[in-house]
């Protein structure tokens, strides 16, 4: 056995080595001076690489021990294609879902937008709130003051309010609110409805019995196609949305949700990615129903929904995440076969998601601190409006003394908003 892994090891290196010859050597040479012959003998050495038996299935199995046959029906790589499209459906259904459900059913709950004051214009302050900065320092507040013949707190009343323009509307987070709900309610339902009968679901060793030779199942293969479309949508719909502060961290959570569902697809991983999405599922339910209430100010529902939905996601996903799910990723595989890379990756994949819960429990903790102590003024997450007056008084969310504003419940900015 260690000679096997040696030689398995030393394959994989070479492979390696080949793969950083042929990156190095496209991109010092021009693609012009290039053959066509070489090109397209480059492009089949790098997919025989990546498609190599040894980085995705166990020892002395091969893609031809995944073809169908016998009845057996087992997932492929074309399969994922259909989510592209099927992303944009979701971009649509999501436009007329808003659009003609959850803007009347906003006005239902008194969601209003709150008026904001328009900036008079001035081409001197615009220019440097584009091309600079939007929030300007002291010194440059007092020089462009000089310009524009203002006060310095005429320019710092313009620039509040220009940022103020910018952010989004209340109206606009409860519908995106109100759409990932329905999505997540939905998919939680269907989650339950495909796995409630299965073995794998009460008995985590039963994820391994004759793997990768797992005949798919049809709701295993819609619950997949659903959830990555949904994802893919999301994660092309991300510049329009709501930005909060954990921007990247967003981008980053979407990106690995993505390579960790499509590689378990291909490594025929399906058993453990479906109980993924559920355990993923169950919190963000909470999530939105709570951003929905906070928005229409309905702050008692609000607050026992996010006390809730805090509890869940500890439960789902600090602990029966990675105690069941990833322990049983980690260490029943090797009892049914030797690791191999595509071991390794998956559980790779799975750890950078934990570690982006640790990131978000942190901030929902923050919360409940505030929460039981009755400070919870803000969205941990959220770019708050900046209060405004009509003197141009500089007054974001503090009193006169300097000491924060105390409340007690969500308001208009008490909910996280986490994945």
Same mark, same amino acid.
């Given at each position: 056995?260690?000679?096997?892994? $040696?030689?398995?090891?030393?394959? $994989?290196?070479?492979?390696?080595? &080949?793969?950083?010859?042929?990156?190095?050597?496209?991109?010092?040479?021009?693609?012009?001076?290039?053959?066509?012959? +070489?090109?397209?003998?480059? &492009?089949? /050495?790098?997919?025989?690489?990546?498609?190599? !038996? +040894?980085?995705?299935?166990?020892?002395?199995?091969?893609?031809? !021990?995944?073809?169908?046959? =016998?009845? +057996?029906?087992?997932?492929?790589?074309? !399969?994922?294609?259909? /989510?592209?499209?099927?992303?944009? %459906?979701?971009?649509?259904? +999501?436009? %007329?879902?808003?659009?003609?459900?959850? /803007?009347?059913?906003?006005?239902? $709950?008194?969601?209003?937008?709150?008026? &904001?004051? /328009? %900036?008079?214009?001035n081409p001197i302050l615009e220019h440097f709130f584009i091309s600079q900065s939007k929030t300007p320092a002291k010194a440059d507040i007092q020089g462009l003051s000089k310009k524009c013949s203002w006060s310095s707190r005429q320019v710092e009343c313009w620039f509040r309010r220009r940022r103020n323009q910018e952010r989004p509307g209340v109206l606009k987070k409860f519908r995106e609110a109100s759409w990932r709900f329905v999505f997540y309610i939905g998919a939680l339902i269907g989650g339950l409805i495909a796995l409630y009968d299965k073995p794998w679901f009460y008995n985590l060793r039963e994820l391994w019995n004759t793997y990768p030779k797992q005949s798919i199942l049809e709701s295993q293969?819609?619950?997949? &196609?659903?959830?990555?479309?949904?994802?893919?949508?999301?994660?092309f719909s991300i510049t329009f949305d709501v930005k909060r502060k954990d921007f990247k961290e967003q981008i980053i959570h979407h990106l690995a949700t993505l390579t960790l569902l499509a590689f378990s697809w291909c490594g025929n991983y399906i058993r453990v990615g479906t109980l993924v999405m559920l355990v993923h599922d169950a919190s963000d339910v909470f999530l939105e129903s709570a951003k929905i209430f906070n928005y229409a100010k309905w702050e008692k529902v609000c607050n026992s929904i996010f006390v809730l939905f805090a509890v869940v996601f500890m439960v789902t996903r600090l602990v029966i995440f990675p105690f069941w799910i990833i322990h049983s990723t980690w260490v029943y595989p090797p009892d049914y076969y030797p690791a191999f890379f595509g071991y390794y990756f998956f559980n790779a994949m799975l750890v950078i998601?934990?570690?982006?819960?640790?990131?978000?429990?942190?901030?929902?903790?923050?919360?409940v601190k505030k929460f039981l102590f009755g400070s919870l003024t803000k969205?941990?997450?959220? !770019?708050?409006?900046?209060? =405004?007056? =009509?003197?141009?008084?500089n007054t974001t969310s503090?009193?006169? =003394?300097?000491?924060?504003?105390?409340t007690n419940g969500c308001g208009r900015r008490g909910v996280a908003n986490h994945h």
């Amino acid at each position: 056995m260690p000679h096997h892994r $040696l030689c398995v090891s030393l394959l $994989l290196l070479k492979r390696w080595a &080949i793969l950083l010859e042929y990156c190095l050597f496209a991109f010092l040479m021009p693609w012009d001076s290039l053959e066509p012959g +070489r090109v397209s003998g480059m &492009i089949q /050495t790098i997919g025989e690489w990546f498609w190599w !038996d +040894r980085l995705w299935l166990p020892v002395n199995l091969t893609w031809a !021990d995944l073809e169908d046959k =016998d009845g +057996r029906v087992y997932a492929k790589v074309s !399969d994922l294609y259909i /989510t592209l499209p099927y992303s944009v %459906v979701f971009l649509i259904i +999501r436009y %007329v879902f808003e659009r003609f459900v959850a /803007t009347p059913f906003a006005a239902c $709950l008194g969601v209003r937008e709150k008026n &904001i004051h /328009t %900036v008079e214009s001035n081409p001197i302050l615009e220019h440097f709130f584009i091309s600079q900065s939007k929030t300007p320092a002291k010194a440059d507040i007092q020089g462009l003051s000089k310009k524009c013949s203002w006060s310095s707190r005429q320019v710092e009343c313009w620039f509040r309010r220009r940022r103020n323009q910018e952010r989004p509307g209340v109206l606009k987070k409860f519908r995106e609110a109100s759409w990932r709900f329905v999505f997540y309610i939905g998919a939680l339902i269907g989650g339950l409805i495909a796995l409630y009968d299965k073995p794998w679901f009460y008995n985590l060793r039963e994820l391994w019995n004759t793997y990768p030779k797992q005949s798919i199942l049809e709701s295993q293969y819609w619950y997949y &196609i659903l959830e990555m479309s949904f994802y893919w949508s999301l994660l092309f719909s991300i510049t329009f949305d709501v930005k909060r502060k954990d921007f990247k961290e967003q981008i980053i959570h979407h990106l690995a949700t993505l390579t960790l569902l499509a590689f378990s697809w291909c490594g025929n991983y399906i058993r453990v990615g479906t109980l993924v999405m559920l355990v993923h599922d169950a919190s963000d339910v909470f999530l939105e129903s709570a951003k929905i209430f906070n928005y229409a100010k309905w702050e008692k529902v609000c607050n026992s929904i996010f006390v809730l939905f805090a509890v869940v996601f500890m439960v789902t996903r600090l602990v029966i995440f990675p105690f069941w799910i990833i322990h049983s990723t980690w260490v029943y595989p090797p009892d049914y076969y030797p690791a191999f890379f595509g071991y390794y990756f998956f559980n790779a994949m799975l750890v950078i998601l934990l570690m982006l819960h640790i990131f978000w429990a942190y901030l929902i903790l923050r919360m409940v601190k505030k929460f039981l102590f009755g400070s919870l003024t803000k969205d941990e997450r959220s !770019d708050n409006e900046e209060e =405004d007056d =009509d003197e141009g008084e500089n007054t974001t969310s503090e009193e006169h =003394d300097g000491h924060l504003k105390v409340t007690n419940g969500c308001g208009r900015r008490g909910v996280a908003n986490h994945h």
